[in-house]
Every structure is written in structure tokens, then in C-alpha cells.
């Protein structure tokens, strides 16, 4: 029996998470010089856009557990990014707002997108094929996560 299923080349997850790690790789010059990581990078996003989130709600945002992100959350409030404070209703919600320096650094961030992309073959991946690549992974997203 060949087992046609199991050869890395018909599988899906195989190439979807070798391509996360090779862009995840091209960002990280990149990020080194604003002096975060990838996944700081991404919490950064989500606060450029909302300014101020629960913790829970910038995990599920990141399709993270809240156990994942909170030791990150933890780093980037001693590096002067973030503020984590109690709810006053519930001292079980945190709230997580950016500091003067983390919305700062969102001006030095805005040129990242350019310069990674320009570090893409786009005579044989363009544009175009990058747009449609994300809309297809959106929709994989989330018909895989689970029914709220």
C-alpha cells in the first residue's frame, strides 16, 4: 500500500506552514530594527487599529490562547509598549493600551509591508497573487475555526 496521503507532497498543511516560516524569517530584519518580534508585531497591529482591547479579545483577534499571549504582553510592558491594567467591574478583564512609544513606533512600522514585499520574486509572484493568497487563507481561516 503506498499511503498517497501521508507523502508531504499531497499534503496542504505542509506548504501553508513552510511559507508562515519563510515570511515569518523576511520579517525579522525587519522587526530587529524596531526592536520587537513577529508575534509583538501582530499585537501591535491589532492595537494600531483598536488602540485599547481586553486581552481575550486581542487573543482570539490573533487566534491565540490567552495563556499564549499574556507572557507576551508581559515582555512588551517592560519594553514600554503596552500598559496592561485591571478592569475596575471585573478584575479578571485586563485591558491593554498602547503607551506614547508603542503608538510611535507605528510610523517606523508602516514602511515594514513595503519593504517585505519587495523582498518577493514578484516577476513570479505578484501583487495581485498575494491579494487573492490572503482572501483564499481567510477563507481557510475560518472555515476552520470552530463554530462560536
Known sequence: MEYEQLKLSNQVC????????LITRQYQPLLDDLGIT???YLVLMVLWEHDSML???????????TNTITPLL?????????VRSRSAEDERKVSISLTQKGKNM???AATVPEKL???INTDKFGIDDLI???EKLNLL???ALPAS
Open 14 to 21: 505542509f506548504p501553508i506552514y513552510a511559507a508562515s516560516r
Open 38 to 40: 513577529y508575534p509583538q
Open 55 to 65: 486581552v481575550n479579545q486581542i487573543a482570539q483577534k490573533l487566534i491565540l490562547n
Open 74 to 82: 508581559k515582555r512588551m510592558e517592560k519594553q514600554g509598549l503596552i
Open 106 to 108: 507605528r510610523l517606523d
Open 117 to 119: 514585499l519587495a523582498q
Open 132 to 134: 487573492e493568497l490572503r
Open 141 to 143: 481561516i475560518n472555515s
